[in-house]
């Protein structure tokens, strides 16, 4: 499920004029699509999230978007 929401927000993000870049590092723009199903892709995405959180602090320009299923669940 994940990897074609991945793709239908790509394809949406090309009709845009965006383009996919290999090197995360270059990307001015990162979203992060989740899953929780288990307990190691979400700390996975987890320490992913912090990652992009910590690169938007040294670069207010840079865009961070979660989605997914783990985005949408409660916080304890």
Do not use: H
């Not at 004029?17 to 979203?31: C, F, H, K, P």
């Amino acid at each position: 499920m994940n990897e074609r929401d991945s793709e239908a927000v790509a394809a949406m993000l090309r009709a845009r004029g965006y383009r996919i870049v290999q090197d995360e590092n270059s990307a001015d723009i990162m979203l992060l699509n989740t899953c929780s199903v288990r307990d190691a892709a979400e700390q996975k995405a987890l320490g992913k999230a912090g990652y992009m959180l910590a690169r938007k602090k040294k670069n207010p320009e840079f865009i961070v978007g979660i989605l997914g299923c783990m985005a949408q669940k409660p916080r304890r």
